[in-house]
């Protein structure tokens, strides 16, 4: 009882500190676009239960969002989000990739803050103390650069907030957004890295890859903020 009490209590505690976060992230974009004249768009890629999406919802009205999660898990979830919030547009049961089409994904049973099942993920390696390797999915993909591509060339001048959250993929999903330029349609960005989720070569292979990643990132005309 009082290790379940302890673990509750430390999600709470978690909870509380992502929702400053939140709130405090929301104002950075909010002033970021507070002078922009076109259309103002969210794309949350990893949104979980979508309650981290539904406080961003609440803070930033005049944006219109979008999302992406590979969980089949919450689809009721992102349903009553889009009921409750006018301004939730479209919630994607896929997971952004490379390409699109089909792919393994991997559940793990973490739970902490505001989601559940935290860290599962199509990349073999990762948490692999609390994932199960063994019994895969089968999940949809997105073309990822290609996507947001054609969703900005249906928004003409459009301000981009990115948040990715995407255990592991968000290498393989970044490094061709800056291949195929598809990095010059964002101009605010959210991301967790997760080379600390790896162990051995994996570790030391992604973390290199990390570094690179974000020293291209710095370079951008866009405002970059590491996730929580």
């Keep these: 009882m009082l290790k379940k009490f302890r673990r509750h209590f430390k999600n709470a505690k978690r909870g509380l500190r992502e929702r400053r976060k939140i709130i405090d992230e929301a104002k950075a974009i909010g002033a970021r676009a507070a002078a922009h004249t076109g259309p103002k768009i969210f794309i949350d890629c990893g949104f979980n239960q979508a309650k981290v999406m539904e406080i961003f919802a609440r803070h930033l009205p005049d944006f219109t969002f979008y999302g992406f999660e590979a969980n089949n898990n919450f689809k009721q979830q992102a349903e009553n989000l889009k009921r409750r919030r006018k301004n939730v547009l479209d919630l994607n049961f896929a997971a952004v990739s490379t390409r699109d089409g089909e792919t393994s994904f991997f559940l793990a049973g973490a739970e902490s803050g505001t989601h559940i099942q935290e860290g599962s993920t199509m990349v073999v390696g990762k948490d692999s103390h609390q994932t199960d390797f063994t019994k895969p999915?089968?999940?949809?993909?997105?073309?990822?650069?290609?996507?947001?591509?054609?969703?900005?060339?249906?928004?003409?001048?459009?301000?981009?907030?990115?948040?990715?959250?995407?255990?592991?993929?968000?290498?393989?999903?970044?490094?061709?957004?800056?291949?195929?330029?598809?990095?010059?349609?964002?101009?605010?960005?959210?991301?967790?890295?997760?080379?600390?989720?790896?162990?051995?070569?994996?570790?030391?292979?992604?973390?290199?890859?990390?570094?690179?990643?974000?020293?291209?990132?710095?370079?951008?005309?866009?405002?970059?903020?590491?996730?929580?």
């Design 137 to 228: 999915t089968l999940v949809k993909t997105v073309d990822f650069s290609n996507w947001i591509k054609q969703l900005t060339g249906a928004n003409q001048n459009a301000f981009v907030a990115l948040k990715m959250d995407i255990e592991g993929a968000e290498y393989d999903v970044l490094e061709d957004m800056f291949a195929r330029d598809a990095i010059a349609e964002v101009d605010y960005m959210m991301i967790e890295f997760h080379s600390y989720c790896f162990t051995g070569d994996q570790k030391t292979a992604y973390q290199a890859r990390e570094d690179a990643l974000l020293d291209r990132l710095k370079k951008c005309p866009l405002t970059l903020s590491r996730w929580i």
